[in-house]
Nanobody, 128 residues
Framework: QVQLVESGGGLVQAGGSLRLSCAAS????????????MGWFRQAPGKERELVST????????YYADAVKGRFTISRDNAKNTVYLQMNSLKPEDTAVYYC?????????????????WGQGTQVTVSS
């Protein structure tokens, strides 16, 4: 069973930066971290969970929601079983709980329903 643990959230002023990390464990020899597509989602109070960014198994393909394009960067270190989300120029509307997700596939996955594993989330609060 794959476990995902996010970290790096916190309180930051508008215009500031945070880097989220998501560490994976419980992987097996036949399903190494490099065989998983990873995604970052977020959910603000009273709103539905929405896609922020995704990355394929190799890191060669990425996708960003329009709201974060140019400000956020997703990356992964397969040797460390970790995916990152660098968030710059943060805005109050970026305030949400951020979740990472994983799916065992070589493809880029953009739908939340297609992810098999989820972390517990980390709170990001951006003050104005």
């Amino acid at each position: 069973q794959v476990q995902l643990v996010e970290s790096g959230g916190g309180l930051v002023q508008a215009g500031g930066s945070l880097r989220l990390s998501c560490a994976a464990s419980g992987l097996t020899f036949s399903s190494t971290f490099s065989s998983y597509a990873m995604g970052w989602f977020r959910q603000a109070p009273g709103k539905e969970r929405e896609l922020v960014s995704t990355i394929n198994w190799s890191g060669a393909s990425t996708y960003y929601a329009d709201a974060v394009k140019g400000r956020f960067t997703i990356s992964r270190d397969n040797a460390k079983n970790t995916v990152y989300l660098q968030m710059n120029s943060l805005k109050p509307e970026d305030t949400a709980v951020y979740y990472c997700a994983a799916r065992h596939t070589s493809l880029l996955v953009t739908r939340s329903s297609e992810y098999n594993y989820w972390g517990q989330g980390t709170q990001v609060t951006v003050s104005s």
